[in-house]
């Protein structure tokens, strides 16, 4: 019990960091969402719930908000196809290489996310690798646009947030008892259906953490959509910054910024709901 | 249901080699047990059997046909693991009806077969419930009943009894035994349990490093054994060092340190042949030694210790030529005292002759 209470005042810093960082902005944020916008930089005072009645009155938001979600489900689903078989792959591999593999799967992770946009602009562009490849192979005869649009960003997004997915799924599969997968093949199911009726039902925690984590991380990205989008993709985070940034009107970016933070908790919170009754 | 057959099969991982050019037959409803210790390549045969590995070199048949490079999901071979692994998301029912959704077999037929076969290993009660609600000796129980649902041709257990605690062992392979009788199918049995695998079998096979030993009926492996390394593995031996005095008419053995010394014996199984003067090795079962010296064969010990076996009590006694004997003694009857020196004897048929093939019996 006294180790316990010892523990307690070690959290105590790190609290303190939370509080100053996280929390004290937010509260502030959610106070300027409770003033009306006066003018650039300035606000009336008086509390009041307008800012959100007009949030919810303005179909052009719900549009955002509905197109903002459908990106992050888009994200999500590439991630989904592109990461289960890796995160099957790094689970069950013996190769000695495994550590590097790993290291290999995070090392997006460990690049600032500015220089990460940046990196595939030779790769993406009109004159990049992929159309010069494509052109060469006869398989298009104009460049595609894969930058400053939507595909970009997808892109771009995908390319940020697979690892966690990866990391995630990887780590429940390799949970699962290989035994239980040869009893399916034993009973005569080859690895693609001994995959889709034993390996997936499994994996449904991780497939529902992992998704979660990539669409909150997707939803509120910013520096990805504004670089990738090239200002050409509105999202609810460019879309607050064009609030906040260019117009300085606070109370409308921080209105959106906290209906995002809302929906993502919902979101969240009805997942790990979903997860919990089937388990 | 069908015969089994493993043709001078190899396989090597690396540079070690796992099974070394095995040839094995399973007949037809035959429950045959590949016993050894671990690292014998015991396993490997079954994964053989199971498709799970691929031999280097051999051929794999089932019921009369090639199945070497036969996709494990094509065989109809029923497997029971170790750990059970039981499908921990679908229920009882589901996890027996498993290999039957997977055939597309129609519905009715279905609901059908898993309450027969739940019925064979008495679940029926529980066939809601998901594996994680069940004790071990249950879900052994569910595994087999989903290994027989799909009417495999052969039966395969990779040491299902391990897992669980002595006295459900005893019940789980009676159960094990009953199931393979009424179904009449072909099974091996993968165990390093020497109880087990003479409790069980219509046959075993003895495995070392990759090799079989000995193939016999219980009662043969455990009376003549064919090398020393059976006869250690398989129950406990006392084993004296000879050399061969006469071998027409039943063999003479000489004590190898005094010739003067004389035993009568039998050869083991096939009946290796032996020369005059060749060294050799003289085999006692415990239960076959007596105290006293009713029988023609004579040893001179001292008593050790005794220890008491409910059954019986063991005796180990220290041989003049440093070797060490064990006998077993009824329980009713008087114990020596340590340090007593005692005459102990046995008959000729219970020395059984082997050859000296290498001095290592550990088991």
Redesign the interface.
């Known amino acids: 019990m006294a180790l316990k209470r010892a523990w307690g005042f070690l959290l105590l810093p790190a609290l303190a960091v939370l509080a100053a960082a996280f929390l004290m902005p937010l509260a502030n944020l959610g106070m300027k969402s409770l003033h009306l916008f006066a003018g650039p930089g300035r606000e009336q005072p008086g509390l009041t719930l307008e800012n959100y009645i007009a949030f919810l009155e303005d179909p052009f938001n719900w549009g955002l908000l509905g197109w903002t979600s459908l990106l992050g489900l888009l994200v999500v689903g590439i991630s989904l196809v592109l990461g289960l078989p890796v995160a099957y792959f790094l689970a069950r591999t013996k190769t000695r290489w495994r550590p590097v593999l790993f290291l290999l799967v995070i090392a997006p992770m460990l690049v600032s996310v500015v220089i990460r946009n940046l990196g595939w602009i030779p790769i993406l562009s009109e004159s990049g690798v992929v159309n010069s490849l494509l052109i060469a192979l006869g398989l298009v005869s104009q460049p595609l646009k894969l930058f400053n649009n939507l595909a970009g960003v997808v892109i771009g997004l995908v390319h940020a947030f697979l690892p966690f997915l990866i990391l995630t799924l990887a780590t429940v599969i390799q949970r699962i008892d290989p035994q239980i997968e040869e009893a399916s093949i034993n009973l005569g199911a080859g690895p693609f259906e001994t995959f889709c009726r034993v390996v997936l039902p499994l994996t449904r925690p991780g497939l529902i953490a992992g998704s979660l984590i990539v669409f909150t991380l997707a939803v509120s990205a910013y520096t990805t959509p504004a670089v990738m989008g090239g200002g050409r993709v509105l999202v609810m985070s460019t879309y607050v910054q064009q609030q906040i940034g260019t117009l300085l009107d606070y109370a409308t970016g921080a209105t959106v910024a906290i209906v995002l933070l809302v929906w993502g908790a919902f979101l969240s919170i009805l997942a790990l709901r979903f997860s919990k009754a089937e388990a | 249901m069908a015969e089994v057959e493993l043709r001078r099969v190899s396989k090597a991982y690396g540079a070690t080699e796992v099974v070394r050019d095995l040839s094995l037959e399973i007949k037809d409803g035959e429950f045959l047990t590949l016993l050894g210790a671990s690292g014998s390549g015991k396993t490997t045969c079954l994964r053989m059997v ?1 498709g ?1 590995v691929i031999p280097d070199s051999g051929q794999v048949m089932l019921g009369g046909r090639d199945a070497t490079r036969l ?9 029971v ?3 059970y ?5 679908l229920s009882v029912a589901e996890n027996v009806a ?2 039957l959704t ?2 597309r077999t129609p519905k009715p037929e279905i609901a059908a077969r898993v309450a027969e076969v739940l019925r064979l290993v008495r679940l029926e009660e529980f066939k809601d419930r998901k594996p994680a609600q069940l004790s071990g000796g249950q879900k052994q129980r569910v ?1 087999l009943a ?2 027989v649902a ?1 009417r495999p041709e052969v039966l395969l257990l990779d040491e299902p009894l391990s897992a669980l605690d002595l006295k459900l062992r005893g019940e789980l392979q009676a159960e094990i035994r009953r199931i393979q009788q009424t179904l009449g199918i072909t099974t091996l049995f993968v165990t390093h349990d020497q109880g087990e695998a003479l409790g069980i079998s219509d046959r075993v096979a003895v495995m070392r490093e990759g090799k079989i030993l000995q193939v016999d009926t219980p009662v043969a492996l455990y009376q003549r054994p064919a090398s020393s390394y059976v006869a250690n593995f398989v129950g406990t031996t006392n084993f004296i060092d000879g050399i061969v005095l006469d071998q027409n008419g039943p063999f003479r053995i000489g004590h190898a340190r005094d010739q003067t010394q004389v035993f009568t014996a039998i050869a083991g199984e096939n009946g290796p042949s032996f020369a005059k003067g060749e060294p050799c090795l003289l085999c006692i079962r415990p239960e076959n030694v007596r105290l006293g010296a009713m029988h023609p064969n004579r040893i001179e010990a001292k008593v050790i210790h005794v220890t008491y076996g409910g059954q019986h009590w063991v005796a180990d006694c220290d041989r003049a030529d440093g070797g060490i004997m064990t006998l077993n003694l009824p329980a009713q009857s008087g114990i020596p005292k340590p340090g007593e020196v005692v005459t102990l004897s046995w008959a000729a048929e219970h020395g059984v002759l082997l050859k000296i093939e290498d001095r290592s019996h550990g088991a």
Request: avoid cysteine.
């Open positions: 199971a799970f996709p494990a999901w094509r065989r109809n071979t029923g497997m693991f170790q750990s692994a039981l499908f921990p998301h498993y290999g997977v055939r595994a989903r290994a799909i």
